[in-house]
Structure formats: C-alpha cells, structure tokens
C-alpha cells in the first residue's frame, strides 16, 4: 500500500510540473507568433513579456479544518513508514497548512 500511495502521488506531482511546463510554453510562442505576424504587417508589437497576466483561476473552496487535520495524519503516516522525506513532509504539511 505504501508504494501505491507514493506512486500516486508522485504522478500528480510529475502531472503538475508537466502541465505548468506545457502552458508556459504555450503562452510564450503563442507571443512570438504575434509579433512575427506583427512583423509582418509592418508595424513592430509590444513583447509578450509586457502583456497583462492571464487571469488567475477560480479558487477552489478552502478545506476544512477536519479535511486539513486528516490530510495531515496521512502526511504523517507516510512519513513514518518512509514514503516521504522529511524534506517532502514539511513542503507538503506547508501547502496544506498555506491554503
């Protein structure tokens, strides 16, 4: 079971990154696009890097305190077997407590 678990959650961790990674990638040649196509036109585009922000996601509800304590007993439970590194547990146990 605990390989399960750290499994599963390294595939959300990677799926995370990954995703990130992927629309960052997206917006800047998205932006390169637009200036060679303004290039093109005859008149010079502001870089993408001074375009507004995309506008941030809709928040998701805040948990409960219950759903908070009992995430982190199983952060704690992890840690004990040694699915997570201390390092992991703190970064974890932060976002947890953060939100």
Do not use: C
Not at 35 to 57: I, K, L, M, T, V
Not at 71 to 89: H, I, M, N, S
Request: glycine residues 8%; without cysteine.
């Amino acid at each position: 079971m605990p390989g399960l678990l750290r499994g599963v959650a390294r595939t959300a961790v990677v799926a995370g990154t990954a995703t990130a990674v992927s629309n960052r990638v997206s917006r800047r040649q998205a932006g390169r696009w637009a200036q060679q196509d303004a290039q093109q036109a005859g008149y010079y585009a502001e870089p993408a890097a001074s375009a507004p922000p995309p506008a941030p996601a809709a928040p998701a509800a805040a948990p409960t305190r219950e759903e908070k304590l009992d995430q982190l007993k199983d952060l704690a439970t992890l840690k004990d077997q040694g699915v997570l590194t201390e390092e992991e547990f703190a970064a974890q146990k932060a976002r947890i407590l953060g939100s």
